[in-house]
């Protein structure tokens, strides 16, 4: 005889032993996720090069130095900005865009104390 339980039976199993795991937040540990990923992705990595050189500008500038289309760039830019590595600021019609230092430093001063 086993100790498994029937299939229907498992995943209230699966859902209480979740319940019970409380040694840290899946909130801000998915957080924390994205905002790596946003950091770690290639051409996010190159767009953010793209601002630092220039200190601020605009979607534009930035599709035509990466050539790519204007709405990739606008994408990965809005993953950029809720990760808070990117600020923007309206200056007339046109959004400029600049490298938030202070928060990609304490994201990887964060991430040195995890790797020591």
Same mark, same amino acid.
């Not at 606008?74 to 959004?95: C, E, F, N, P, W």
């Given at each position: 005889m086993t100790d498994t339980l029937p299939i229907e039976n498992q995943e209230p199993a699966i859902e209480n032993a979740a319940s019970e795991f409380n040694l840290y937040d899946f909130d801000q540990t998915k957080k924390a996720a994205a905002i790596l990923r946003a950091m770690n992705h290639k051409l996010r990595r190159s767009i953010l090069s793209v601002i630092d050189k220039t200190g601020t500008t605009n979607v534009t500038s930035i599709y035509k130095e990466l050539n790519i289309e204007q709405s990739v760039a606008?994408?990965?830019? /809005?993953?950029? &900005? &809720? /990760? !808070?590595?990117?600020? /923007?600021?309206?200056?007339? !019609?046109?959004?400029l865009y600049s490298v938030n230092h202070e928060r990609i430093n304490h994201y990887m001063n964060k991430v040195k104390e995890i790797l020591s």
């Open positions: 606008s994408q990965h830019l /809005a993953i950029m &900005r &809720r /990760a !808070k590595i990117v600020t /923007a600021s309206r200056t007339g !019609k046109q959004i």
